[in-house]
């Protein structure tokens, strides 16, 4: 077990927010549960608008993804809007292909408007290509974004290297909208903003059991429980045993980084501080965090980490991609649980009249789950979920074959690579 002062992100966020469990019987109109960027970003709207909003945290205000990730606002969803628009048609796919374009707008507003410390640094996103093949997808990417007027520019090899300082890429594009956060303060900001406008959140508070009480709902935790009309359960990777079926719609991949010692003011390392990834399926990606460290993330094992040998493949990309830094020892490492979709598509589920689930992770959540914070307030609200720019409402649809989940992601990997590897042999189309 990795302990918990490895991560960078915890060693350098601002402090967390005085909380205490939930204790007796409780009410609210809106219960959430899971402290992250859905369920604070949710709770901040809903309390803002003089919703009555209990959130139910197991641990502590981003304990999952959202205080373990790289801190890259990445805008949009990960899908083009031709994408989009093939998996829900032309109106749902355009909207919420425009819904995305404005996520890091409504993030860096959100944290702006309510004051909140986290490094935010709009100093853009770059997306490397080191193939031919990798080359021309991201000329798909440039050119469809270009096509809707956003700030995107295109990189050739000796642009994207003086950005960047990375070797082995052939180019890129750079989009101005995007840039970095301290992922664990962003989590603790929002959370400190919510309860500032009136929202209530409890923690530790493991939701145990979820019951029909009237027409209302029955949330349980170890020492009290909270009555609720409407439920929004944001649990993401961390669902299992909250509700049949729930943690079998997706798969809990790990993702792993590491964090270098403050780097000399005059490194070619990324000087304008950009968040990067590149093309790959099996990405890697990187940024320097506020004092000036090189953090590099990418595919983790199958299991949780379990020392510091656990983290080779990120110090190899650190090795591949800046080799001047190849025996930099890292100061921090940690690793966090990405929830993946098979279609890598955001969902909403339907549980029950008043209860839903949302799960929008996919690795790319930091813009697109904070910006989500309205709409899914419109819904607990009462509107109806298909005038809302969110996937359409469904019931569970488990992934067969579920508890073959690691096999899965064995295999799965093994493919992403080998088609990363193929893609380096082969020139583009
Ligand atoms: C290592 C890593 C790197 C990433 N890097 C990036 C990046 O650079 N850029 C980007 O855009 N995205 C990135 N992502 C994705 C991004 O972090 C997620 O999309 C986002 O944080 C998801 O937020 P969430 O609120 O939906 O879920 P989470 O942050 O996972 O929150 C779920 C919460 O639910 C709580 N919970 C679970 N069960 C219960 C229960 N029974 N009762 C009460 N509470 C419960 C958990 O404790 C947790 O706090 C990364 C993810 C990982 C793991």
């Given at each position: 077990m990795i302990p918990r002062e490895s991560s960078l992100w915890r060693a350098t966020a601002e402090p967390a927010p005085g909380l205490v469990p939930l204790e007796g019987a409780q009410e609210a109109e809106v219960a959430i549960v899971g402290a992250g960027y859905t369920g604070l970003a949710t709770a901040l709207a809903l309390a803002e608008r003089?919703?009555?909003v209990t959130v139910l945290e197991?641990?502590?205000p981003g304990a999952g993804a959202s205080g373990a990730n790289g801190g890259q606002v990445i805008p949009g969803l990960r899908h083009l809007a031709s994408d989009l628009v093939a998996a829900y048609g032309e109106t749902l796919g355009r909207s919420l292909h425009a819904h995305g374009a404005g996520d890091a707008d409504r993030l860096f507003a959100l944290v702006a408007r309510h004051g909140i410390a986290c490094e935010a640094t709009r100093s853009g996103y770059i997306q490397l290509a080191d193939t031919p093949v990798a080359l021309a997808e991201a000329r798909r990417r440039h050119a469809a974004w270009a096509g809707l007027g956003a700030p995107v520019r295109w990189l050739d090899a000796e642009e994207a290297r003086a950005l960047t300082g990375a070797e082995g890429y052939l180019g890129g594009w750079m989009d101005a909208r995007g840039g970095t956060v301290q992922p664990l303060s962003l989590a603790r900001g929002l959370a400190r903003a919510a309860i500032a406008c009136g929202a209530r959140l409890h923690a530790p508070a493991r939701v145990t059991s979820i019951r029909p009480e009237g027409r209302d709902w029955r949330l349980a935790t170890a020492a009290g429980s909270l009555r609720a009309r409407r439920v929004?359960?944001?649990?993401?990777?961390?669902?299992?045993?909250?509700?049949?079926?729930?943690?079998?719609?997706?798969?809990?991949?790990?993702?792993f980084q590491t964090a270098t010692a403050p780097l000399p003011a005059d490194t070619p390392v990324l000087p304008g501080r950009q968040a990067v990834s590149d093309t790959r399926r099996v990405l890697r990606y990187w940024r320097r965090d506020a004092a000036g460290r090189l953090v590099v993330g990418g595919k983790g094992t199958l299991r949780a980490p379990h020392g510091p040998r656990s983290f080779a493949v990120p110090e190899r990309m650190r090795a591949r991609l800046y080799p001047a830094l190849a025996d930099a020892p890292p100061e921090f490492f940690w690793g966090g649980r990405v929830c993946i979709s098979l279609d890598r598509l955001p969902r909403l589920f339907a549980l029950a009249e008043g209860v839903f689930a949302v799960m929008q992770d996919n690795g790319k959540g930091v813009a697109w789950c904070t910006g989500q914070g309205t709409t899914l307030a419109d819904l607990l609200a009462g509107a109806d979920p298909r005038d809302l720019p969110l996937p359409p409402a469904t019931p569970l649809r488990p992934i067969p074959l579920h508890p073959l989940r690691t096999l899965y992601a064995a295999a799965g990997s093994l493919w992403l690579?080998?088609?990363?590897?193929?893609?380096?042999?082969?020139?583009?189309?």
């Open positions: 003089g919703v009555a197991a641990t502590e929004l359960l944001a649990t993401n990777a961390m669902s299992a045993g909250l509700w049949p079926g729930l943690a079998e719609c997706s798969m809990a991949v790990w993702s690579r080998a088609q990363d590897a193929l893609d380096r042999a082969r020139p583009a189309a």
